[in-house]
């Protein structure tokens, strides 16, 4: 399978997409969400929506905590979903032994999502950003629900998870996304403070009036600790439905400096609890080659990361992301045969049929993950 970065590298006039499919052995027992690594406040946990009562498939997947679930994206050689394929036409390894598929399901699950957005944008990509955003709602059905975010320096969340598509719809038109990109001298900030729903969003951040600073000509942008956060506000939510955060990004991060969490931590995190990082890429990012951030959190979680040159591509990308993500393959199976001490295992997907492209994860994490109750 060619690497993600040359396939990025090489779709500059197209939308390309990247995918490798998160299976990951996910926690039992639910803890508290956190909501953010630096300033966030608490948020209180709302139950999924209610719906109709859980396939077998489904029902399994809560109950059994040892299963290893493994999301799978099939498709033709056009880029089309390939929905016919039957159990027996999948092989699953991990650490190369061959292993029987306990669960198997082509059904649709609900999705829990995260919508991550950049808080400091270019004006351009601000503005195609903020008039797409309707169009996220769009693209959920009425099972799932969403939890909106923005970041910054810092990680805000919202006002919780909803199914509610009024409330979603309220809550994205009301938050303010700061679109004066991070110019301001060394030592200086930027002036207007983002806010949402009205009030600060910098919270107790001491002498922070601004969305970014620019210190020697490096962001402050703490990518790396959003991603975490949102991941957080994930863990608590049911082991049965898709856990995917929509990171709508240029991709900018500040590192080290900026970042309490690193990455190797953060797709640990990912990995363990079983949630796909989907990346929109605006504009600027592909072209100030920003974007190497998106990329490496969608292959690494085993979600997907496109390129939107305009609102129009954003607002098609968004109900695409939700209908594939939605719409995958589940496969899941009791490891038998592998080194069970071992915190990190190798997997492969295989497919009877030919010619067609599998999308899955290449491993998963199954050690203690940072920053959670463990298991």
Not at 50 to 67: T, Y
Not at 132 to 140: E, K, R, T
Not at 260 to 268: F, G, I, R, T
Not at 332 to 342: F, K, L
């Amino acid at each position: 399978m060619k690497s993600l970065r040359k396939i990025a590298f090489a779709a500059i006039a197209a939308l390309p997409a990247f995918a490798v499919y998160l299976a990951g052995q996910t926690a039992g027992q639910p803890a508290p969400a956190t909501g953010s690594t630096q300033n966030s406040s608490p948020q209180t946990p709302q139950g999924p929506p209610a719906g109709p009562p859980p396939s077998d498939a489904r029902a399994k997947i809560s109950v059994n905590s040892q299963l290893v679930v493994l999301p799978v994206t099939v498709k033709d050689r056009s880029g089309n979903l390939v929905p016919d394929l039957g159990r027996d036409e999948f092989r699953v390894f991990e650490d190369g032994v061959e292993q029987k598929i306990d669960v198997f399901t082509a059904e649709a699950f609900p999705l829990s999502m995260i919508i991550l957005l950049d808080n400091d944008l270019k004006d351009k990509d601000a503005q195609q950003v903020r008039k797409s955003l309707d169009a996220v709602v769009g693209g959920l059905s009425l099972d799932d629900e969403a939890f909106i975010c923005r970041f910054d320096q810092f990680f805000h969340p919202g006002a919780g998870f909803t199914a509610d598509h009024d409330v979603l719809l309220t809550e994205l038109q009301r938050t303010k996304i700061d679109s004066q990109p991070s110019t301001s001298p060394p030592g200086g900030a930027i002036a207007n403070a983002p806010s949402i729903n009205g009030h600060s969003a910098i919270g107790d951040s001491p002498n922070m009036t601004s969305a970014t600073m620019n210190i020697r000509g490096q962001t402050t942008k703490a990518l790396d600790d959003a991603v975490f956060g949102a991941a957080q506000l994930l863990h608590s939510r049911e082991r049965n439905r898709r856990r995917v955060i929509l990171l709508i990004s240029d991709g900018a991060n500040g590192g080290k400096k900026t970042n309490k969490m690193n990455y190797d931590s953060v797709v640990k995190t990912l990995q363990h609890d079983n949630i796909e990082v989907y990346s929109v890429a605006v504009a600027s990012a592909f072209l100030e080659r920003k974007f190497n951030r998106l990329i490496d959190y969608a292959h690494d979680s085993g979600g997907e990361v496109y390129f939107a040159a305009k609102r129009e591509t954003l607002e098609e990308l968004y109900s695409r992301i939700s209908e594939e993500a939605r719409n995958q393959y589940t496969l899941a199976y009791v490891p038998r045969g592998t080194d069970r001490s071992a915190e990190v295992h190798k997997l492969e997907v295989r497919v009877k049929r030919e010619g067609l492209t599998i999308k899955t994860r290449d491993r998963y994490y199954a050690g203690e993950i940072p920053g959670a109750t463990p298991q």
